[in-house]
């Protein structure tokens, strides 16, 4: 079945030390998002690619960073975690840009210890 | 901030009574969606209704909006506890933005 699948989905870091999530599709969509959502609160979009183009949101911190080497793949790399960075990681894709619904992965669930 | 408020916050219902959730956005938009998500999962897209639309239905949820309040509410009939969860519209920009802003969700309980 097509999806979005994210590795791994717990992932345990220690302060101060990168890590790299990982997100695949196989719905073959040029869109890909990046979320990140804190307990009981809403996802809050931190970047999103629109084929190779890369959209930064204004209040996302230089500590996140992503790549996307081609349409399946795109990863969120955290330079430096802090305790505040714990949170689950969401990434998304959709067919048209803000026109269409988004397919969202499983998660990353972070911990900073 | 464009983020949709939703209200409740939460709601605690008892099986087969209808749940409604709202939500409230400030500026205009193209459509609205609403999503679900099952505690520590992803996000399951559930309808999506355009600003040209004012009552849109899928199986047992029914969503409707009003452009004027810039306001939509989402009805579920006859809930079961599966449909447990919490509920989040997203909006996007009508200006030409190009991505979803998520509202703060309404977590609902459905008691068996």
């Known amino acids: 079945d097509a999806m979005v699948i994210q590795n791994p989905r717990y992932q345990v870091t220690q302060f101060g030390k990168p890590v790299t999530l990982s997100c695949s599709q196989t719905?073959?969509?040029?869109?890909m998002y990046w979320y990140q959502q804190k307990s009981s609160q809403a996802p809050k979009l931190l970047f999103h690619y629109y084929d190779k183009d890369f959209n930064n949101e204004a209040d996302t911190p230089d500590n996140f960073q992503s790549r996307r080497p081609n349409t399946s793949f795109c990863f969120l790399d955290i330079r430096s975690p802090g305790l505040g960075d714990a949170a689950m990681y969401l990434c998304a894709t959709s067919r048209v840009v803000g026109r269409a619904e988004q397919y969202f992965g499983p998660g990353t669930r972070l911990t900073v210890t | 901030s464009q983020q949709g408020e939703e209200d409740p916050q939460a709601l605690s219902i008892q099986e087969g009574e209808n749940a409604t959730m709202n939500c409230s956005y400030k500026t205009s938009i193209n459509n609205l969606q609403w999503y679900r998500q099952n505690s520590g999962r992803g996000l399951v897209h559930l309808i999506l209704i355009r600003s040209n639309e004012r009552e849109k239905h899928s199986g047992r949820l029914r969503v409707t909006l009003d452009t004027s309040k810039k306001s939509s509410s989402l009805l579920i009939t006859a809930s079961r506890a599966a449909d447990t969860a919490s509920y989040f519209c997203?909006?996007?920009?009508?200006?030409?933005?190009?991505?979803?802003?998520f509202g703060t969700g309404t977590r609902l309980k459905v008691l068996a």
């Open positions: 997203a909006t996007d920009g009508a200006s030409g933005t190009y991505k979803y802003i």
């Open positions: 719905l073959n969509h040029n869109v």
